[in-house]
C-alpha cells in the first residue's frame, strides 16, 4: 500500500518554519521504544476513535511548547481523511503521558477539520 500521497498532504505549507527531515529522524531515533510504542498507541486510538480508513494518514509528534504559559511538551495529532480534510489537535501533555481519555470525543470530528488554506497559531 502506498500511502506517499497521504503523506504529502501532512506536510507543513511552505513557508512554515521547519526542521530538516534527518535532525527530526534522529530526534526521534534518541527517544527509543517507548517514544515508537507510545505513537503507535496514540495512532491507534485515534484511528478507532474517529473511524477512519486504513488509507486515512495520520501524524502524531511530540513539541516543545513555545508559548508562555503552555506545558513543557505537548502532543500534537493530525490526520486526513479520504475527503481530503486536514483534522488536528493537541493534547497538552508529553506523548507517553498520552491516554485513550485524552482524545476528543468521536462527535468532534467536525470541529477538528481545518481547510487548507487556514492555519492556527495554536498548532
Do not use: Y
Not at 502506498?2 to 530526534?27: K, Y
Not at 491516554?99 to 487556514?118: C, N, S, T, V, Y
Amino acid at each position: 500500500m502506498d500511502l506517499s500521497g497521504n503523506w504529502a498532504r501532512l506536510q507543513p505549507p511552505a513557508g512554515r518554519e521547519t526542521r530538516v527531515a534527518g535532525e527530526a529522524l534522529l530526534d526521534a531515533l534518541r527517544k527509543g521504544t517507548e517514544f515508537f510504542e507510545a505513537r503507535a498507541r496514540v495512532k491507534a486510538w485515534t484511528r478507532e476513535r474517529f473511524a477512519l480508513d486504513r488509507d486515512d494518514a495520520i501524524a502524531v509528534s511530540e513539541v516543545e511548547a513555545t508559548l508562555p504559559g503552555c506545558p513543557p511538551r505537548e502532543t500534537v495529532i493530525e490526520f486526513r481523511t479520504a475527503e481530503g480534510l486536514r483534522h488536528h489537535f493537541k493534547v497538552f501533555k508529553p506523548l507517553a503521558a498520552v491516554a485513550r481519555e485524552d482524545l476528543p470525543p468521536a462527535w468532534m470530528k467536525g470541529a477538528l477539520a481545518m481547510p487548507d488554506g487556514i492555519e492556527c497559531e495554536c498548532c
